[in-house]
C-alpha cells in the first residue's frame, strides 16, 4: 500500500492540482463552500499521504527530514480548519519535487551519457564452443569472446584471432580508427568499426580501464567539499532546530497558525542542493570535454591555482626527438649518409633512432672496429673509410676540419635549442644534423590561455640541459625553467613551491612524475587511460590533450563561482522568508512553500547553465 | 568480505542520501565504515559479511523505505 501510493505520486499531484482549482472554482464562482472544503480536503489527504509516509520512514531510521516539518505543517494547518493552506502546500511540496527531479537528471545527463556507453552484452564461447550472448556481468577472465563489425568491446582483452579498426574514442577521446591484429590489446567500451575479432577477456567490470574511468567520475561528482561537509553537517541539525523553534513559538505564543508557518519557511532545500548540483553539472561538462575532475575539493584548489609546474618532455613537447636542421658539405653526400645509417643502425642512442627516422631508405653497409667514446660519439670503419659520427668535441679528437661556414651553422643550431650530430668521413667532414624535440602543436596558444585565466607563474622542469630547455622557455614564453633535474629534484621543486603557500599543478606524463603529481596540490595527469595516470593524479587529460587544460581551468573557476551563487541565493532565500514572516502581513504557508520551492528550482538551473560551459 | 553495489531509481533529494545510509548502516553484518551512498549516480556501495547477512534483505530494506532497486552486483572483496 504504501509502495503504490509513493509510485502514484504524479497522479496524486495531477489530482491535487484539480481538486484545488474545482475548490476555488466552487467557492469563489458559484460560493458554493461545501463543495469547496471538501474539495481541498481531499487534496490535503491524498497530497499528504505520500509525504506522510516518507516522514514516517525517515523517523524509523532516526533522520528529521524535510518531509517531516511538511507533514506536521499540513497537520497543523488541519488542525486550525485552514484546509486552503494545507492543499496548496502538499501540492507544491509534491510539484516542486516532481521538478527537481526532472531537472536534476538534465544536470546529471552528462554523466549518464557517459555510463551508458558502457557494453551491457557479449559473446562467449560456452563449452560446446559455439558462442552465445550473455550479460556482460557473466563475463568473466579468461573467457573468450567474439566481437561483430559495430559492436563494443565488452572487456579489457587481448586479441586472439582476426582483425579489424576500432574506435576507441570512450577511452583517449580519439575518433581516429585504430587498426588491430593478434596479440593487440583492446578495451571495453571501444566500438569495433570494422572485421571480426575474437578475445580473451583479461579485466572485466570495474576492473577495466573504461570502468574505472567511470567510477572515478561517478565517486567524483559525489566527493565532498569541506564546505559541503558543513553545510551536510549543519542541515543534520538544522531541520531538527526548525522543528523545535516551530514547538516554542507555538508554546510561548498559542499562535498554531504562526508556528506551521515557521515549519514550512524553515524547510532547507536550496541550502543542501544548491552545491551537488554545480558539482556534477561542472564534473559532467568536464568528462564530455576530455576532462576527467576528481571531486569537489580539486575544482576548488583548481581554480584558485598560482603556478603551472610543467614536465617538458611528453608534456610541453612531443617526446620523440626527430631532425629539425639538417647541413651538407662537399660531395658524396649519398655514401655518407649511407655510411652514417650503417653506423646509427647499431647505436640505441636516442639521438641514433632520430637520424635513422630522418634518413630512411638508404645503402646500408657492414660495420667494422666500432668504438664509442664516452660524451662524445661513435667511431668505426666501414667499406674500408673511416667514419666518426658525434659532438664537436670528438671531431677535433679525431683532427677533423671545421670550415668557417660549418662553425657559424654550429653556433645557429646551437642557439635553436639542438642537439648536435657531426659525421666526418675518413677526417672530413660532410654532415650536420640538429636534432631536437619538437614542441607540442597549440601548446604556445594555450598556455597564453592559461595566463589569461589568471595562473601567475608558468614553470617547466626538465630533465634535458639547460641550454635546450631556455630554447623551449624562449618560445613558449614561460616564467622560469629548470634543466638537469631529476625526478626527485622535481618534486623537491614542487614542494618548496607549497611551502611559500602558493596553490601547484603540476603536468605530467603520470609515470615518473608520479611523486610530483602526488606532491603538488593539483596533479594533472597527461593520461591516454592508463590506470597509473588516472589513479594519481587529481586531474586527468583524455587523450594526453594539452589543449583540454585551459578549458579544466575555466571550467573549476566557473564551477566554483557557481557554487558561490548557489550558497548566496540560498542563505538570502530562507533569510528573506523568516524576516518576512515576523515583520510581514502578506507572508503565510502558501507563499513560502512556493519561494522556498521556487529557490530550488533557480539553483538547479544556475547549475544546469555549467553544462554549456565553453571557454571563450 | 563481500562488497556489494546496487544501483538505484534516480534520488532526488540529499535527504534520501541520510535515509538510505542510515538504513543501511544498522543491518547486521554489513561494514559501517564502507557504507557510500552516491547521490548523482542513485548507487549504493558497501562491503559486507556474506554469512550473516544477504544483498536480498539490503534490497528489502532500501526498498521498504520507498526506493526502488534497479540491480546489484555482488564481488569478491
Known amino acids: 500500500m504504501q509502495r503504490w501510493i509513493l509510485g502514484k505520486k504524479n497522479q496524486i499531484t495531477l489530482a491535487g492540482a484539480i481538486l484545488i482549482v474545482i475548490g476555488f472554482i466552487s467557492s469563489l464562482g458559484f460560493k458554493n463552500e461545501i463543495v469547496a472544503v471538501w474539495a481541498l480536503v481531499i487534496a490535503s489527504v491524498i497530497g499528504a499521504a505520500p509525504i506522510a509516509i516518507q516522514a514516517y520512514q525517515a523517523l524509523r531510521v532516526k533522520v528529521v527530514s524535510i518531509d517531516v516539518l511538511v507533514t506536521m505543517a499540513v497537520v497543523g494547518a488541519f488542525l486550525i480548519k485552514n484546509y486552503e493552506e494545507s492543499a496548496i502546500v502538499t501540492f507544491l511540496f509534491l510539484f516542486g519535487s516532481f521538478l527537481e527531479q526532472r531537472t536534476l537528471n538534465k544536470t546529471r545527463s552528462a554523466i549518464k551519457e557517459l555510463t551508458e556507453m558502457a557494453p551491457e552484452s557479449a559473446l562467449k564461447q560456452m563449452e560446446n564452443g559455439e558462442f552465445e550472448e550473455v550479460e556482460v556481468d557473466e563475463v568473466d577472465v579468461g573467457d573468450i569472446l567474439l566481437v561483430k563489425t559495430g559492436a563494443k568491446i565488452p572487456v579489457d582483452g587481448t586479441v586472439l584471432s582476426g582483425e579489424g579498426s576500432i574506435n576507441e574514442a570512450s577511452i583517449t577521446g580519439e575518433s581516429l580508427p585504430v587498426s588491430k591484429e593478434e596479440g593487440s590489446n583492446v578495451f571495453a567500451g571501444t566500438i569495433l568499426d570494422n572485421g571480426t575479432i575474437q578475445i580473451v577477456a583479461n579485466r572485466v567490470g570495474e576492473d577495466t580501464t573504461f570502468g574505472k574511468i567511470i567510477e572515478l567520475v561517478e565517486e567524483a561528482q559525489d566527493s565532498k567539499s569541506e564546505a559541503e561537509r558543513f553545510i551536510d553537517g549543519f542541515s543534520k541539525y538544522y531541520t531538527p532546530a526548525v522543528l523545535l523553534l516551530g514547538i516554542i513559538v507555538w508554546a510561548f505564543s498559542r499562535n498554531l497558525e504562526l508556528a506551521i508557518t515557521i515549519l514550512v519557511l524553515g524547510c532547507p532545500g536550496a541550502l543542501v542542493i544548491g552545491v551537488p548540483v554545480s558539482n556534477v553539472a561542472g564534473i559532467g561538462n568536464g568528462a564530455r570535454h576530455g576532462v576527467l575532475l576528481k571531486g569537489s575539493e580539486v575544482i576548488k584548489d583548481f581554480s584558485r591555482l598560482d603556478t603551472m609546474v610543467f614536465d617538458k618532455t611528453g608534456t610541453l613537447t612531443v617526446g620523440n626527438p626527430s631532425v629539425a636542421e639538417k647541413e651538407y658539405y662537399g660531395d658524396n653526400i649519398d655514401e655518407a649518409l649511407g655510411y652514417l645509417a650503417s653506423v646509427e643502425r647499431e647505436s640505441d642512442h636516442p639521438l641514433a633512432k632520430a637520424v635513422l627516422t630522418e634518413i630512411g631508405e638508404t645503402q646500408f653497409s657492414p660495420v667494422e672496429n666500432t668504438e664509442v667514446i664516452k660524451g662524445g660519439g661513435v667511431t668505426a670503419n666501414v667499406n674500408g673509410h673511416r667514419i666518426a659520427v658525434g659532438n664537436v668535441a670528438l671531431m677535433e679528437n679525431e683532427g677533423v676540419h671545421i670550415s668557417k661556414q660549418a662553425r657559424n651553422d654550429i653556433d645557429r643550431f646551437e642557439k635553436g635549442g639542438n642537439s648536435l650530430v657531426l659525421t666526418a668521413v675518413d677526417g672530413e667532414l660532410k654532415i650536420l644534423m640538429g636534432v631536437r624535440d619538437q614542441i607540442r602543436a597549440g601548446v604556445k596558444e594555450d598556455l597564453k590561455r592559461l595566463k589569461r585565466l589568471g595562473v601567475k607563474n608558468l614553470i617547466m622542469l626538465s630533465g634535458d640541459n639547460q641550454g635546450t630547455v631556455d630554447v623551449v622557455s624562449r618560445e613558449l614564453g614561460l616564467t622560469e625553467a629548470h634543466g638537469n633535474m631529476l625526478p626527485e629534484d622535481k618534486s623537491a621543486f614542487v614542494k618548496k613551491l607549497i611551502e611559500k603557500g602558493q596553490i601547484v599543478a603540476f603536468v605530467g606524463d603520470g609515470v615518473n612524475d608520479s611523486p610530483s603529481l602526488a606532491l603538488a596540490n593539483i596533479g594533472i595527469a597527461m593520461g591516454s587511460g592508463t590506470d597509473v595516470a588516472i589513479e594519481t593524479s587529481d586531474v586527468v587529460l583524455m587523450n594526453s590533450d594539452f589543449s583540454r587544460l585551459p578549458h579544466g581551468l575555466g571550467l573549476t573557476k566557473a564551477i566554483a563561482r557557481n557554487m558561490k551563487q548557489n550558497i548566496v541565493i540560498a542563505i538570502g532565500v530562507v533569510l528573506f522568508l523568516l524576516a518576512s514572516v515576523f515583520f510581514s502581513e502578506w507572508m503565510n504557508m502558501s507563499i513560502g512553500m512556493l519561494v522556498h520551492e521556487g529557490s530550488i528550482l533557480v539553483v538547479i538551473l544556475n547549475g544546469m547553465r555549467l553544462l554549456r560551459y565553453r571557454l571563450r | ?77
Open chain 2, 1 to 77: 568480505m563481500k562488497k556489494a553495489t546496487i544501483q538505484l531509481d534516480t534520488l532526488a533529494c540529499p535527504s534520501c542520501v541520510q535515509k538510505i545510509e542510515n538504513a543501511v548502516k544498522s543491518m547486521d553484518g554489513v561494514e559501517k565504515d564502507s557504507v557510500k551512498v552516491l547521490f548523482n549516480a542513485s548507487k549504493v556501495k558497501f562491503d559486507f559479511d556474506e554469512e550473516r547477512l544477504s544483498v536480498e534483505d539490503t534490497e528489502k530494506a532500501i526498498t521498504a523505505l520507498g526506493y526502488d532497486v534497479k540491480k546489484s552486483q555482488v564481488r569478491a572483496k
